[in-house]
């Protein structure tokens, strides 16, 4: 089934240590996001890629990263992780058009001690 | 700026019932979408349903529909004969920002439904 993956899908880091999270897709779509999502609230986009073209939001704070080698994978890197990067991390893909749905994968839950 | 606003952060329902889930928006553009995704406790998120803003006919998918509202900015989410499996946070979205489909999300219903 065409899908997207992420992993790990739960990750346990220490403060001020890197990580990467991973994402992978196999419906070839050519946009690719990643979300950020606290307890209890709502994603909030990070950035997306639109083919190789990277897009940051504003406020998204630099010691987040992302890599997108091909059109398969993705990658989020927290460059020196904070208590306050503790979330769940979403990744999402969908065809660029604003009327296509975005396909989400199960996320990565991020623990930083 | 756009803006989506859900001003309940959780309901319950009797299962087999009828509850309806509130969502305004804020936006300057013409052309634009508005999705309803749902989110089940520790599983991905899915698309419940969606709207395009030019289209008058309120969206339906089986048991959902919306109730459209373009000039008050209102896109209410009703399920009928609610399920178990319904159970879950329910994100009331906006499409902005081009042909990219960025989405900017409420901060979601949590709803239960009991058995």
């Known amino acids: 089934d065409a899908m997207v993956i992420q992993n790990p899908r739960y990750q346990v880091t220490q403060f001020g240590k890197p990580v990467t999270l991973s994402c992978s897709q196999t419906?070839?779509?050519?946009?690719m996001y990643w979300y950020q999502q606290k307890s209890s609230q709502a994603p909030k986009l990070l950035f997306h890629?639109?083919?190789?073209?990277?897009?940051n939001e504003a406020d998204t704070p630099d010691n987040f990263q992302s890599r997108r080698p091909n059109t398969s994978f993705c990658f989020l890197d927290i460059r020196s992780p904070g208590l306050g990067d503790a979330a769940m991390y979403l990744c999402?893909?969908?065809?660029?058009?604003?009327?296509?749905?975005?396909?989400f994968g199960p996320g990565t839950r991020l623990t930083v001690l | 700026a756009q803006t989506v606003t859900q001003s309940q952060p959780e309901m319950s329902v009797q299962e087999a019932e009828t509850v309806t889930l509130s969502c305004t928006y804020d936006?300057?553009?013409?052309?634009?979408?508005l999705f309803w995704y749902k989110q089940p406790p520790s599983r991905q998120m899915i698309l419940v349903i969606r709207?395009?803003?030019?289209?008058?006919q309120n969206a339906t998918e089986n048991r959902f529909s919306v109730n459209f509202q373009k000039a008050a900015k209102s896109f209410s989410l009703k399920i009928s004969d609610s399920q178990l499996g319904d159970t879950a946070m329910y994100f009331c979205?906006?499409?902005?920002?081009?042909?990219?489909?960025?989405?900017?999300f409420g901060k979601g219903t949590k709803l239960s439904v009991k058995p």
């Open positions: 999402a893909t969908s065809r660029a058009s604003k009327s296509n749905e975005q396909f």
């Open positions: 419906l070839n779509h050519n946009v």
């Open positions: 890629y639109y083919d190789k073209d990277f897009n």
């Open positions: 936006t300057s553009e013409n052309n634009y979408y």
């Open positions: 709207q395009e803003a030019y289209k008058q």
């Open positions: 979205a906006l499409n902005y920002g081009g042909s990219q489909g960025n989405l900017i």
